[in-house]
Every structure is written in C-alpha cells, then in structure tokens.
C-alpha cells in the first residue's frame, strides 16, 4: 500500500518541466508565458505526432525538455504518454482496485475471528487454535490481549498447560506486553491440572516483573490449588506472603479456603476461617460463604446441620440466591427426599426464581442415581420444552440414569443426541459411557471409548482406570489390568499433556 501512495503522491509533485520552462521564458510577456505553459500541457498530454507539427520556439524548447527530464520518471508515473506508446491505468484505478482487495481480506478476517469465538465458547481448544494459526499468518491481522486470554482460559479449563505455555511464549515473542492478568491465566491453566511447583515456578517469575506483580486473584487461585491438592502447609505461607506484600484477602480467598478445609474434614480449621469471617470488615461472609458451607454439608448427606446453617445465614441478613436452591434440591435429591425437593422448588417459584440448566440437572441427576428412567426423562422434556439448553452434565447423568436402568439402547441415542446438540465431551462425559460400557459388560466397545478418548486429547483420570480396571476385574483379564496400570503410571510420570 505504500508503494501505491508514492506512485499517486509523486504523480501531483510541481513538475520540473515547468520550473525549466519558467527559467528559459522569464523576459517573455505575459501573453507569451501563458503560451508557455499551454505549451507543457500540450506536451503532456499530446500525440508524438502533434509535438512534430508544433513549430513555435517554446513549443520546440518544450519537447525537447520533456525528452530531456524523461529519464526523472519511472515509465507510467508520469501522466503522460510512455515512450513506446503503452497506455496504463490510472493510479486512482489501482488504489480501489488494492482497497477492494484489503477491504475483502478485513472480511475475511471478520468470518474467521468470529468462527474463532465460536469454538471459544464450545470449548474445541484443537480447532480453536487452528484457526488462531490461520489468522495469525495474515499479514493485516494483529491478535489482540483479550484473544489471547480468551485462548488461555480456555486452553486451562481443557487441561492443556503446556500448549497454554508454549502460547504465552508465542505472545511473548510477537511483542504483545504481558499483564499481571495474562500471567493470572497461565497460572490458573497449570493449577487445573494440579501442577503447583509449576504454578509457583510462575509466581516467582511474576515477582520480578514490575509490570506483572501478583494480586488478590493470583494468589487466591493458588491457595484453591493448595487446598484442592490437600498441600496444606502451602497455605499459611502462602498468607503470610499476602500479608507481607500488603495484600488483603477478601472474600472470596476466604470462600476458598473455607471450602478446602471444609471437604477435607478440617472442620476447626474451617470454623476459624469462618470466625474471622464474621468479625472481619474486608472479608465478611456472602452469599458464596453460604452456599459453600450448605454444599459442604448437602454434599456429606447432613442435612440437618446443612437446614441449620441455612437458618444461621439468614438470621444473619444474607439473601440466598438460584444456586442457593440447586444446592438444597441437589442435596434432597441424593437423599431421595422428593418432598422436600418438590417443595424448594415449588418456593422458587413463589419467590420468582428462575429454574436453571442445573436446577433441573439436580433433578435429573437425583432420577439418574437410582435409575428412575420415566421421572428422568419426564424432566429432561419439561427442561427442553422450557427451552433450557443441555449441557454436560445433563447427558452425564442421563447416560448414567439409563445405564443404572439397564436401557443401553437408550445411552447410545443419548452419546448420538449429545453429539447432535455439539455437547462438550469431557473426562466426565467420556467416564461416563466407559461406566455405561462396562455395566454393558461391553469390553470391546469400552476400549474403543477410552480410545477415542485419548484421540480427542481428553485426559483420563482415576475415575476412567479404576472403572476399566473393575470391568477387567470381573472378566479375570489380568494382563488387561496390567497394561491400564502401565499406562497410567506413565500417565503420571509425564504429566499433563501438550498435545
């Protein structure tokens, strides 16, 4: 485009036909120094024949000028006629003609960009990344901070910290600044995978950038990965370094550990995080505190210590919320409390509380469990017809449902509905149907499962072994075993995969 710009630009530069002319006329009359420069108009825009015809002296002083500057010009430049006579397009042509091209290719870019956000929000890290590759060897595209976080957030959920890496490092490298919030993400994506030395080994290097310092969030994200990996030690360190970096933990760092050691059964620990909770003024508890400790409880099947908390939360002025609900339904459901379940959301209702995706995944789910097929398929229509949308979770617990019903013909048409509705298929997703396999005491089809599953780079983990290695168990297939134990050994000992 540059070139084109020179090319036009030097086209409308003052001629210096006319500064020789004005020098070789300059004790002519006025009349004939307009003649003059009639002259030079004639003479670039003339025929060749025209200009032999031409006898007058400053028509005769012009030519030979015009063929004397000639070699200033490159062939064409000039708006006049080339030596060998070739006529050439005007460089206002040329310029729409390069601008429709470029305004074709920012189209272009558009439908990929948007396709890109597309596989975003399906969750297909694979393809999602393709076609950033394809976008990225367009010259006129330049990836924005906000794609690559979208790319690192999503690249973490989808257990790839080294692909997460090795596109931070792209980043890097192409120039683009990083940011405490890109580092953040890098971080979260190694946690997911419950990779902590590597975490740390990020939170190290964030120390030594001025730019890209830790805050609340960095390090709330690995207190959740200390506490989820029971590495408990970590913990207090790791306050004690917030306290002296000057940084407050809110709410939500509270909320996190208090949901560690609460699942680990560390109830004095958690009953102490609470207590500063509630005599805090940075960090008092909400409506995440509340259903954290009902979760906990529901969870553990106490549900009348979980009734009580509830009681204590609201004496205390805190306004449950949708999750709130899904979270007493869940915790009934797996009690098979029907009543009480009916009841919360009969009250949800009444209080004008939206029923959600994981409303009736509750329900499904407490259906699934004791492989109630009518009831559960009687909620999967009622959430459809509401126009719900299915996730995960909803056909997880369906495969399960109908496998625990014994309706096998019935999980198939649900894989091939999922794969219909492009329904993310996850480790979860994929245990699922190795268990429906295995319940099947379809081996053959069990493995061709687990391989599609590794295909589709989806990590197996202890759930997808110990389900196979049950189903082995029961057929007598030692070597079967054998070679799973194998592989899952080597599994651990590499880590999480990049590809």
């Not at 003052?14 to 300059?26: E, F, G, R, V, Y």
């Not at 976080?149 to 690249?155: E, I, R, S």
């Not at 609900?325 to 009916?342: E, P, Q, T, V």
Request: net charge positive.
């Amino acid at each position: 485009m540059a070139s084109i710009s020179l090319s036009f630009s030097s086209s409308l530069l003052p001629s210096p036909l006319l500064q020789d002319k004005n020098k070789a006329t300059s004790a002519t009359k006025p009349r004939d120094h307009h003649g003059s420069l009639c002259g030079v108009v004639r003479c670039a825009f003339a025929s060749p024949a025209r200009r032999k015809t031409s006898s007058t002296p400053s028509s005769s002083s012009s030519s030979s000028s015009a063929v004397g500057k000639k070699r200033l010009w490159k062939q064409g430049e000039f708006p006049g006629t080339s030596a060998e006579g070739r006529s050439r397009k005007t460089p206002i042509k040329n310029i729409k003609k390069k601008l429709d091209r470029k305004n074709d290719a920012k189209a272009w870019a558009n439908t990929v960009a948007e396709a890109l956000s597309d596989l975003v929000l399906k969750k297909q890290w694979l393809q999602a990344l393709e076609v950033f590759e394809m976008l990225r060897e367009q010259p006129f595209y330049q990836p924005k901070e906000g794609t690559y976080m979208k790319l690192l957030v999503l690249l973490g959920k989808s257990g790839q910290p080294l692909r997460a890496h090795q596109l931070f490092d792209t980043m890097v490298e192409e120039g683009c600044e990083p940011t405490t919030e890109l580092y953040t993400a890098l971080l979260v994506s190694y946690c997911r995978s419950n990779l902590i030395d590597e975490a740390f080994s990020i939170l190290n290097q964030m120390k030594t950038l001025p730019r890209c310092q830790p805050d609340v969030f960095t390090y709330s994200t690995l207190l959740k990965a200390c506490v989820d990996a029971s590495r408990f030690e970590l913990v207090e360190s790791l306050y004690e370094e917030m306290d002296v970096r000057s940084i407050t933990p809110n709410t939500v760092t509270q909320n996190i550990v208090l949901s560690g050691y609460g699942k680990a059964g560390k109830f004095d620990e958690m009953e102490k995080v609470l207590s500063g909770m509630l005599e805090s003024t940075s960090s008092k508890p909400d409506v995440w505190t509340m259903n954290t400790i009902l979760s906990l409880f529901g969870n553990k099947g106490q549900i009348e210590i979980m009734e009580k908390w509830y009681e204590k939360f609201r004496n205390f002025g805190i306004e449950p919320e949708t999750r709130t609900f899904n979270i007493l339904i869940g915790a009934y459901g797996k009690k098979r409390m029907y009543d009480k379940m009916s009841s919360v959301m009969e009250y949800m209702r009444k209080l004008q509380f939206p029923w959600t995706t994981s409303t009736y995944n509750n329900v499904i789910e407490a259906f699934s469990d004791v492989g109630d097929a009518k009831n559960m398929e009687y909620t999967f229509d009622q959430m459809r017809a509401e126009g719900m949308k299915a996730d995960t979770k909803t056909f997880c617990c369906l495969i399960r449902g109908y496998a625990n019903a014994g309706l096998f013909h019935k999980v198939v048409s649900n894989v091939q509905l999922a794969g219909k509705f492009e329904i993310p298929e996850n480790t979860s997703f994929y245990n699922a149907v190795i268990s429906a396999c295995a319940k099947a005491e379809d081996l053959i089809e069990m493995e061709r499962v687990f391989n599609r599953m590794k295909d589709k780079h989806c990590q197996p983990d202890s759930t997808t072994y110990s389900i196979m290695v049950e189903a082995y168990k029961k057929e007598g297939m030692n070597d079967k075993i054998y070679d799973l134990e194998q592989e899952r050994q080597r599994m651990v000992a590499d880590g999480p995969k990049g590809d």
